[in-house]
C-alpha cells in the first residue's frame, strides 16, 4: 500500500524485511512485466519460461518452502509478492502460484526424497516447469468423483483420462496428476515427455490471457512405483495443495484490486467533465471512498490470515475460504467500479483496469469457486453440508 491509498498507515504493520522484500518484487513486477503486459494480454502468449528464470533468480518458486533451493520465506513475505505480482497481472500470479504452491508444494509435502532432488530445485531456480492436475472437463467442483483412472500393472502404473484448465500445462516439464485407483485418489509426479501424455493449448479465452492454459490427454501413460507421491493419501492431498495456492490469491486478489483503484484515482484527477475533474463530484468520491474501504479491510484480512499461518503453521479450510470468498468477491467489484470511472477509456488495453477485472473473473472461479467457498463456510456455520 502506498499514499493515497494507506489511509490507515497499513505499511506499519509489516516489518522491514516484508518491506524489502515486498521492494525487491515491486521492481521486477514494474521492470519485466509491466512494460510488455498488456501486449501479452492482446496476443494471449505470455513467455513463461523466461519469466520463471527471472522469479527463480529472486526466490519467489516455492518461496515458502524449505530446503531444495527455496528461499523458506514467512507465509506474509508470500502473500505481499503475491500482491505485487497481481498488481501487474493475475496471469503473472498464477504462474508463481501454480509453480510453487501447487506444484511444488505437492512434491515437497508428498513426495518421497528422491522425486524432491530430482524436481524441486530445477522449479525453485525456474529451470524446470511444474503444473497441477486436477481439475477435468466433466468435474470442477467435484474432484471426488473424476474420472482419470490410475491402474497397476505389474511394477507399474498406468494412467488414462484428461485433464482440463490446467495452467501452464502445455509447457510444464513435470505435472502431478491426480487419479482414481482401486484404494482412493493417487498423485504422480508425471514427466511430460512420458508417451501418452500430451497437452493442448486452450483458446480464445477471454480472461488470464497472460498466462498458459491447457487440456492434458492421458493415454496409457505408464509410469514406474517411483513416480507415485508416497504420502498423498486420498483427495485430502490435493485438497491441501488448494488451500495453499488459495492463500496467495487472498493476496494477489488485493494487488489487483490496488492497482485498478491507484489508476482510477489518477484519471479522476485529471480528466474533466463539465469544467472540472470527475474526481471532483461527489458520485465518484463516494466510488473511491468506498473502494478504499473494502481494499483496506481485504489487506488487513490477508495480513491477518498470514500472520496466523506464520504463527500457528497452517491455516483452516474456513479461513482461507473467508479469505478468498472475500478478497475476490470485492476485487473483482472494485475493478468493475474503477473501469466505470474511467468510462470509454475504461474498457481499452491501454489501462490497466479492463485486464484486470476480466482475469479476476477466472480468479474468482479457479480454487473453488465463491460458492463453492460459501458452501465451505456454511458447513461450518451449521455443520450441515449443503454441497450435495
Ligand atoms: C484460467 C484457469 C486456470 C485454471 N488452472 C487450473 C489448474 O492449474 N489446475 C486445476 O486442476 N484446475 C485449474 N482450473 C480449474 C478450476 O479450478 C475450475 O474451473 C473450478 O474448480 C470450477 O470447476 P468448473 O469450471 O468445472 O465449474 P463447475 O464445477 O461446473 O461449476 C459451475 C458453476 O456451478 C457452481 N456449483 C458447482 N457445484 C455446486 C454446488 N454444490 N452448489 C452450488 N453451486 C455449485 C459453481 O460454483 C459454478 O458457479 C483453472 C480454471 C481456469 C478458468
Redesign the pocket.
Known amino acids: 500500500m502506498a499514499a493515497p491509498l494507506d489511509l490507515l498507515d497499513l505499511d506499519t504493520l509489516l516489518n522491514d524485511e516484508e518491506r524489502d522484500i515486498r521492494a525487491v518484487v515491486r521492481r521486477v513486477a514494474d521492470d519485466k512485466v509491466r512494460p510488455h503486459v498488456a501486449g501479452w494480454y492482446e496476443d494471449g502468449e505470455v513467455p513463461v519460461r523466461e519469466l520463471a528464470l527471472e522469479f527463480g533468480k529472486l526466490g519467489l518458486l516455492g518461496m515458502h518452502l524449505t530446503g531444495y533451493g527455496c528461499a523458506g520465506a514467512s507465509a506474509v513475505s508470500y502473500g505481499l509478492a503475491c500482491l505485487e505480482l497481481e498488481a501487474a497481472d493475475s496471469g503473472v500470479r498464477?504462474l508463481v502460484s501454480?509453480q510453487g504452491s501447487?506444484a511444488m508444494y505437492a512434491i515437497w509435502k508428498y513426495g518421497s526424497e528422491e522425486q524432491k532432488q530430482r524436481w524441486l530445485p530445477g522449479m525453485a531456480a525456474g529451470e524446470l516447469i511444474g503444473?497441477?492436475?486436477?481439475?477435468e472437463p466433466d468435474?470442477?467442483?467435484?474432484p471426488a468423483n473424476m474420472s482419470t483412472r490410475a491402474r497397476r500393472d505389474g511394477a507399474d502404473w498406468v494412467l488414462d483420462g484428461g485433464?482440463?484448465?490446467?495452467?501452464?500445462?502445455p509447457l510444464a516439464d513435470v505435472a502431478v496428476i491426480w487419479a482414481r485407483g482401486e484404494e482412493g485418489v493417487f498423485g504422480f509426479a508425471v514427466p511430460t515427455d512420458t508417451p501418452g501424455f500430451s497437452a493442448r493449448e486452450i483458446k480464445n479465452?477471454m480472461?488470464?490471457r497472460a498466462?498458459s492454459?491447457g487440456e492434458i490427454t492421458l493415454d496409457g501413460v505408464r509410469l514406474p512405483e517411483s513416480a507415485r507421491l508416497p504420502e498423498a493419501r486420498g483427495l485430502k492431498a490435493p485438497l491441501s495443495c488448494l488451500t495453499e495456492a488459495r492463500f496467495g490469491i487472498i493476496w494477489g486478489s488485493m494487488g489487483a484490486a490496488r492497482d485498478c483503484l491507484r489508476v482510477a484515482i489518477d484519471y479522476a484527477t485529471t480528466r474533466e467533465q463539465f469544467g472540472r475533474p470527475i474526481g471532483g463530484f461527489q458520485l465518484t468520491q463516494a466510488k473511491l471512498a468506498d473502494m478504499s474501504l473494502e481494499l483496506q479491510k481485504g489487506y488487513l484480512l490477508a495480513l491477518h490470515l498470514g500472520r496466523l499461518r506464520d504463527s500457528a503453521g497452517a491455516l483452516r479450510p474456513e479461513q482461507v475460504s473467508v479469505g478468498k470468498l472475500n478478497n475476490v468477491r470485492e476485487a473483482i467489484a472494485i475493478a468493475r467500479t474503477c473501469r466505470t470511472i474511467l468510462g470509454g477509456n475504461g474498457i481499452s488495453g491501454e489501462y490497466p483496469v479492463m485486464r484486470h477485472a476480466n482475469n479476476l473473473e477466472?480468479v474468482l472461479?479457479?480454487?473453488?469457486?465463491?460458492?463453492?467457498h460459501q458452501?465451505v463456510i456454511g458447513q461450518k456455520l451449521t455443520g450441515l453440508n449443503?454441497?450435495?
Request: charged letters at 15%; a negative charge; proline letters at 0%.
Open positions: 498464477s501454480v501447487l503444473c497441477f492436475g486436477l481439475t468435474h470442477g467442483s467435484d485433464k482440463m484448465w490446467i495452467t501452464n500445462a479465452k480472461s488470464l498466462s492454459t477466472s472461479t479457479y480454487e473453488g469457486t465463491s460458492e463453492i458452501l449443503a454441497f450435495a
